[in-house]
């Protein structure tokens, strides 16, 4: 089994996604992605990832519940739920292809656009909704919809510490509902499953190196590395 080469590509994508989600609250699946597309279609590689967002939610959102801010949290909480259930139908439904070709050059742009402009926006409270909904109907289809929530939620709250964690809670909500999505969909297989439960022990690493380095690398420094990174996988997600 260890000596399949997949096994070492999705431990690879694991690893980095992961370390990444727990430094900054979000990215692992835009990070593993690249990864896991070399072996799996997309809504596999959701399927995949689906049992890990459960375990990282339920440790770090219970780990940084004091930091979460309650208000901004509950006015997104319903348009977000809404959307990641619109979310999950449409990965059913829409050829993978095209949504991996999409995700690209989403990621592409947004990384190019954060390393350009760094102001934080004042949204509107119906529009902060709306984007809200379609931050979940993102992350339904990609399992990460970070690139919107995290500009929504900037601009409500300033702190980082209560910004990362506000994040954690807010993807919570689709962590704990993609899990039985992808089992009743049939994406989650006996098969990826398994190999899921092989990697586990890299995921965990993952958070615990993840949870060091937060204390000790800067947040700035770390960004940059991370839309780098991003930038190179939207280029490879589009050439696939």
């Given at each position: 089994?260890?000596?399949?080469?997949?096994?070492?590509?999705?431990?690879?994508?694991?690893?980095?996604?992961?370390?990444?989600?727990?430094?900054?609250?979000?990215?692992?699946?835009?990070?593993?992605?690249?990864?896991?597309?070399?072996?799996?279609?997309?809504?596999?590689?959701?399927?995949?990832?689906?049992?890990?967002?459960?375990?990282?939610?339920?440790?770090?959102?219970?780990?940084?519940?004091?930091?979460?801010?309650?208000?901004?949290?509950?006015?997104?909480?319903?348009?977000?739920?809404?959307?990641?259930?619109?979310?999950?139908?449409?990965?059913?439904?829409?050829?993978?292809?095209?949504?991996?070709?999409?995700?690209?050059?989403?990621?592409?742009?947004?990384?190019?656009?954060?390393?350009?402009?760094?102001?934080?926006?004042?949204?509107?409270?119906?529009?902060?909704?709306?984007?809200?909904?379609?931050?979940?109907?993102?992350?339904?289809?990609?399992?990460?919809?970070?690139?919107?929530?995290?500009?929504?939620?900037?601009?409500?709250?300033?702190?980082?510490?209560?910004?990362?964690?506000?994040?954690?809670?807010?993807?919570?909500?689709?962590?704990?509902?993609?899990?039985?999505?992808?089992?009743?969909s049939g994406d989650l297989t006996k098969a990826i499953f398994t190999k899921s439960l092989i990697i586990l022990p890299v995921f965990l690493l993952a958070i615990i190196c993840g949870q060091k380095a937060y204390n000790y690398i800067s947040e700035k420094v770390l960004k940059n590395l991370i839309?780098?990174?991003?930038?190179?996988?939207?280029?490879?997600?589009?050439?696939?």
């Amino acid at each position: 089994m260890f000596s399949h080469p997949e096994i070492w590509i999705l431990a690879a994508g694991i690893f980095l996604g992961y370390f990444a989600q727990t430094i900054v609250g979000f990215a692992a699946a835009l990070i593993s992605f690249p990864f896991l597309l070399r072996v799996y279609t997309l809504p596999e590689a959701t399927a995949f990832l689906a049992f890990y967002y459960v375990i990282f939610s339920a440790v770090l959102v219970y780990k940084n519940r004091k930091d979460v801010d309650i208000k901004v949290f509950k006015d997104l909480a319903l348009p977000a739920f809404l959307g990641y259930i619109i979310g999950f139908v449409i990965l059913t439904t829409v050829n993978p292809v095209w949504l991996e070709r999409g995700l690209g050059i989403f990621v592409i742009c947004y990384s190019a656009y954060e390393f350009k402009f760094k102001k934080v926006f004042n949204i509107p409270k119906i529009l902060f909704n709306v984007f809200g909904f379609f931050g979940g109907i993102f992350g339904g289809i990609f399992s990460s919809g970070g690139s919107f929530f995290v500009p929504l939620i900037a601009s409500r709250i300033k702190n980082a510490i209560n910004i990362r964690a506000t994040l954690l809670a807010v993807f919570a909500i689709a962590n704990f509902s993609r899990f039985p999505f992808v089992i009743v969909s049939g994406d989650l297989t006996k098969a990826i499953f398994t190999k899921s439960l092989i990697i586990l022990p890299v995921f965990l690493l993952a958070i615990i190196c993840g949870q060091k380095a937060y204390n000790y690398i800067s947040e700035k420094v770390l960004k940059n590395l991370i839309l780098v990174f991003l930038f190179i996988s939207g280029v490879f997600l589009v050439l696939k």
